[in-house]
């Protein structure tokens, strides 16, 4: 089956199961904490057990007495319980960490996170000790003048570990995707291209990416947001942008030119998306809703 058939194929099937899981499994948004300090910039899936999942979370915030990461663990119905982590006390503090992804094909200890400015930061997490350590700062490359990133995602795409981050763009400006090559032992990416992209939903005060992930297959997800101020009303959606995988001996991106909102929300602002696997995950969202705090919802599975 040729390639782009198998994009077209797997993009209906999430828009359908997307929507059909909307509908059935339809269920409150949960509190995590309130305030401005504890919005959901980025998340990342640490644990999956029974009835039970574990988050690790980044905060945008730029002041030395508030927090840059946290987990949170949601268990059954219940609401989030939230555990804040110390940056390590010897390296310079992180400023707006605005995205945040686990390294395929490490154990779920190992992590990237992304400022908005371009640092991005690799980092260890000892469960045991709930510590953070820091192996290493490295910037994306080429990075324009007026960027302001709220993405970053990796991912195994045909023995390549494959980044994709992104520019949100802001109302008329679109946001810019872009690809490339991550090589962790030299703590380089290389990059390949980038592109254009303008959501139709929401209208107003929209950025137009708001976080990432890539699924295995190469589907990119990405969710949008309007933010008029601290109180909102605020607008999200999610989407399917389109696709990365190899073309020839390169990586290409195949985007989704007609983009449908595969799930719309009011009243919150959605900037952290995790794509959870198996009979009880789905498409979690987090929210960063300013004075009113954060929230988690999921899209699909029973919890």
């Not at 994009?7 to 999430?14: A, E, G």
């Not at 940056?87 to 992804?101: C, G, Q, S, V």
């Not at 908005?116 to 690799?122: D, L, N, P, T, V």
């Not at 970053?152 to 520019?167: M, S, Y």
Request: net charge neutral; glycine share 10%; hydrophobic share 40%.
């Amino acid at each position: 089956m040729p390639r782009f058939t198998r994009l077209i194929i797997n993009i209906v099937i999430s828009a359908a199961l997307l929507i059909i899981s909307g509908q059935v499994w339809a269920q409150n948004w949960r509190p995590v904490r309130g305030g401005i300090p504890f919005g959901i910039s980025g998340m990342a899936l640490l644990e999956q057990q029974n009835n039970s999942l574990d988050f690790l979370i980044v905060h945008d915030n730029k002041q030395k007495n508030q927090g840059r990461l946290a987990i949170i663990s949601i268990k059954g119905k219940n609401q989030p319980e939230y555990f804040p982590l110390k940056w390590p006390n010897n390296t310079e503090l992180p400023i707006d960490l605005e995205a945040l992804t686990f390294i395929p094909g490490k154990i779920n200890s190992f992590f990237i996170a992304l400022s908005s400015s371009g640092q991005a930061y690799y980092i260890k997490l000892e469960r045991s000790k709930n510590t953070i350590s820091l192996i290493k700062e490295l910037d994306l490359p080429n990075i324009p003048q007026t960027s302001n990133f709220e993405a970053f995602a990796l991912q195994n795409i045909e023995g390549k570990l494959v980044a994709v981050w992104g520019h949100r763009g802001e109302g008329e400006q679109p946001a810019t995707i872009y690809w490339g090559l991550l090589d962790l032992s030299r703590y380089k990416i290389t990059p390949i291209g980038d592109a254009s992209l303008k959501v139709p939903f929401p209208s107003g005060n929209v950025r137009h990416i708001s976080d990432l992930k890539v699924d295995p297959a190469g589907i990119v997800y990405i969710t949008s947001a309007s933010d008029p101020g601290d109180d909102g009303p605020f607008q999200s959606a999610v989407y399917v942008a389109g696709y990365i995988g190899s073309s020839g001996n390169k990586i290409a991106w195949r985007p989704n030119l007609r983009l449908v909102p595969l799930y719309r929300f009011d009243y919150h602002k959605v900037e952290a998306i995790e794509l959870v696997p198996g009979a009880e995950g789905g498409v979690f969202v987090g929210t960063d809703d300013e004075n009113l705090g954060s929230y988690v919802y999921i899209l699909g599975g029973s919890n």
